[in-house]
Every structure is written in C-alpha cells, then in structure tokens.
C-alpha cells in the first residue's frame, strides 16, 4: 500500500468514526504503528486533522474533508447515480450544478454524454448545454468543453469544497434562470427537506433551487433520512431524488409520499 492510500484509508476512517487510534489503524492498514504515527503526524501539519495522544480527531465541530480527499468514498454508487442524472438533461438546457463530489461525478458523466459533444442540433453558436456553477473544479472540468457555456458565479473560495459563496455569488446568481438544478446535499430527509453543513453554501444552493424549473436532488443513500445543520429547502422543493438500491424502501416510500420522483440506480 502506498502513502497515498494510507492516508486516504486513515482519512475515510476518521471520517466515518470521528476519530482513530494509532493501533487499530495500524492493523487495519497491515502496516506498523511507527508508520501509521508519522502519517498522522503529517496529515496532521496539513491541517486534516488534529493529534491526540493515541491517535487523531477531526478537525473541528465544523470539520469537512477537502474534495480530493472524499472523492472516492462510495464511488460505484456516485459512478451510478451521475450517469442516471446526466441522462436526465436534454440538449440546450441550462442547468445549474452544486459543488460536491457527486455533482462532479454529474459533470463528468455530461462531458462523456456523445450527443452534447457532436454535432449542433440546436442550430449554429447554440451551446449543446449552459452550465451554471459555484463550484470551481466544476467549471474548470468543463470549460475545455467547446460545446458547453460555463458561467462561473463570483464569490469567496471554500478550500474544503472549491464552491464560491458569500454576497458575490448570490447576486449574480440571482439575476440567472435555469432549467435544471442538480443539488448535492449532505442531508435529505422526507421531513426536514435537503441540507448541508454550512450555511453559506446552503444559502447558494438554496437561491439555485429557487432560479430552477425543475430540481434534481442527487445523493447516496447514506445521506438520506438524515439531518444536517443548514436547510437548502423543503422536500416538495424537489421533483426527483436519483440515489443507489441500498435506499430501504420504506424511505422511499416517505420521500414519494411527499411528491418526491425516487430513482434507485
């Protein structure tokens, strides 16, 4: 196993259980303790999380794993539920895209899409697609994309995520329409709506879903039927919700009940 994978098996730990031990790592890592302590140690100078004696905790009440690092937690199912999205979205539709790692994997599976990078069907100079965006790496993936529009809101940088907020951004976004909004979330539960962590980037999801015709919620299911801190919206905000067969069909059944269109891919 290579550093890397060491540090991206320590930092998915540590995100599913909050914190780690030296010993326990080690062994899950099949490595030794001396290895597994100057990992942490380094981990620890690039501010990804915070050493204990025994081990290390998360970063702060606050903590998010930058992007790189969260991209390949539970990347069949993103893999999945992005193609599902992308098959969604018609030639010539503006669509707007949150930041997050499932939304990447969105834009990703648009660029792929052969009917949005052949020909133009929609007549000459016509964009096969216009793509609004707060999320940096986003607009950066796509804009090499000669038949795509990419318009990028200002705003302040989150480094943990890469999306623009902040006054900036909600104004220019808030003089733009949009087809379809594609929402990543850290949270949907049929009750309490769609929600993140931050209020900041809840605040610009929120304003997107608001431009939209139509809004797309895409999420695995381990974020669903839970709750997070920042509310975007209301479940009836939300035309379909596009997530992965371990979703129990009793939450499905909560989240069709409440007008919500459940795709499991």
């Keep these: 196993m ?4 060491r540090w991206q098996t320590l930092l998915d730990l540590l995100v599913e259980r909050g914190e780690i031990e030296v010993e326990p790592a080690a062994e899950t890592l099949g490595v030794s303790a001396a290895t597994v302590r100057r990992d942490l140690d380094l981990l620890a100078e690039q501010q990804l999380l915070v050493r204990t004696r025994g081990g290390a905790v998360v970063h702060g009440v606050s903590y998010e794993l930058p992007l790189r690092y969260r991209t390949s937690r539970r990347a069949a199912e993103k893999r999945r539920i992005s193609e599902a999205v992308a098959a969604l979205i018609s030639p010539g539709e503006v669509i707007g895209l ?7 994997e969105v834009a ?17 100079g016509t964009p096969a697609l216009t793509v609004v965006t707060n999320a940096l790496n986003i607009a950066g993936e796509l804009v090499i994309r000669p038949r795509f529009k990419i318009v990028l809101t200002g705003g302040v940088a989150r480094a943990q995520s890469y999306e623009l907020t902040g006054p900036l951004a909600q104004q220019v976004l808030g003089q733009l329409s949009v087809d379809t ?14 929600a993140t962590r931050h209020e900041d980037e809840a605040a610009m999801n929120r ?4 431009r939209a ?7 695995d299911s381990s974020k669903l039927g839970v709750r997070a801190f920042a509310r975007i919206c209301p479940t009836s905000t939300v035309d379909t919700l596009v997530t992965d067969t371990a979703l129990p069909d009793e939450v499905a059944e909560r989240f069709e ?3 919500v269109a459940v795709r499991r891919v």
């Design 207 to 210: 304003l997107l879903c608001d």
């Design 98 to 104: 949150t930041g997050g790692t499932t939304t990447t």
């Design 108 to 124: 990703r599976a648009l660029a792929a899409r052969p009917d949005l990078a052949g020909a133009d069907a929609q007549g000459a």
């Design 257 to 259: 009940a409440a007008g």
């Design 181 to 194: 909004a594609i929402v990543g979330v850290d949270a949907f539960d049929p009750a309490d709506g769609a």
């Design 213 to 219: 015709r139509r809004v797309v919620v895409a999420a």
């Design 2 to 5: 290579t550093r890397k994978e």
